[in-house]
């Protein structure tokens, strides 16, 4: 259930930040404009209803913002792609802000809540952390012109949704896995589980688009930090300090479980090759280079070693699976329909 709510997640975060804008864009504005010529529901001086439950009503105006985003607002699209291709995806876009608005509303009913904490927590590790961090992260929102808080209760109500989904809508779901449903997942992923892996910590010193001056410079900053590293001092927060590497450097420069061929091969031949526990030298990269840490490294695994992590995997399969027929029911119970 975890990557149905990321995948929830990021898409509703585009309709609620981006509706409560008070007005189009210029840009918005020449696009809809160019649009309503071909389609004219979604001339952008026009509201009108495009699909309606038997609890609320979606607007063109509720997704224009979302169709926009999702042409990329290239008005080429408009000219170049069959009008009944763009509607189509107009209509899928209606169709999931409905879904979503429906589950929204039956959590509601249920009285179900999310904590101010939990939102922030779940925003740390799965919106700041893989952006580069938090200022990186709000930096590409101020240039999207959307707010912070837009995010935290975009983000409070896909989790709500996901409780929803989790606590009431799959209660009664069997999600039991059986054993030989369990052996019959390793075997047929066998290659995945018999691959020698490593885990590393690394420091990135980037070096792409330097020039030569830069880069030595850059070389001495990596060979003084490397020795710092050797003498002892905390690896992490070495790399919290100088680590350009915005997939890891908030979480300790961690690389977990990898298997060969995932990086690139210098990274590679010295995350397999080097003593666990050892620090390499300079690893150069056409990213830069690396100070390298070995904090481990796995051979092949059996069954009886994977079998909760398999196990884990089928009972989340199950419960996907069993999601869709819930929602549909929903969608039926509320009476979606198109009006136009």
């Not at 101010?116 to 929102?141: R, S």
């Not at 989790?159 to 030989?180: C, F, H, T, W």
Request: charged share 30%.
């Amino acid at each position: 259930m975890k990557r149905i709510l990321l995948i929830m997640a990021a898409a509703a975060m585009m309709f609620t930040a981006c509706s409560d804008k008070p007005a189009l864009t210029p840009a918005q504005i020449d696009f809809f404009t160019a649009m309503g010529e071909k389609i004219p529901y979604m001339k952008p001086d026009t509201t009108v209803v495009l699909a309606a439950t038997s609890k609320f009503e979606i607007r063109n105006t509720d997704i224009m913002d979302n169709v926009y985003q999702g042409m990329r607002g290239d008005i080429s699209i408009i000219n170049n792609v069959d009008p009944s291709r763009i509607e189509a995806f107009i209509m899928q876009i209606v169709t999931l802000k409905a879904q979503q608005d429906i589950l929204l509303a039956e959590a509601k009913k249920e009285g179900l809540t999310v904590s101010k904490d939990t939102v922030e927590a779940f925003i740390e590790k799965n919106l700041y952390a893989p952006n580069g961090g938090k200022e990186a992260f709000l930096e590409q929102l101020k240039l999207q012109q959307v707010d912070i808080e837009f995010v935290r209760d975009d983000t409070r109500k896909n989790m709500l949704i996901m409780k929803y989904i989790e606590e009431i809508a799959l209660a009664g779901v069997n999600a039991d896995v059986s054993d030989p449903e369990i052996r019959t997942y390793f075997e047929e992923n066998k290659e995945q589980y018999s691959q020698e892996t490593a885990t590393v910590r690394h420091i990135l010193f980037l070096t792409q688009g330097k020039g030569d001056l830069e880069k030595a410079t850059t070389k001495e900053l990596a060979e003084n930090v490397l020795d710092r590293a050797r003498s002892g001092e905390d690896f992490i927060l070495l790399v919290s300090d100088y680590s350009e590497d915005p997939g890891s450097n908030t979480n300790g420069g961690l690389y977990a479980d990898f298997p060969r061929g995932r990086m690139v091969q210098a990274f590679e031949d010295a995350s397999f090759t080097l003593p666990v526990g050892s620090i390499s030298d300079l690893v150069e990269t056409p990213y830069g280079y690396h100070i390298i840490k070995v904090e481990d490294r796995k051979s092949g695994k059996k069954l009886e070693e994977v079998r909760e992590q398999i196990e884990a995997i089928l009972s989340e399969q199950k419960k996907e699976a069993a999601f869709p027929p819930v929602l549909d029911s929903l969608v039926t119970a509320y009476e979606f329909r198109f009006t136009l």
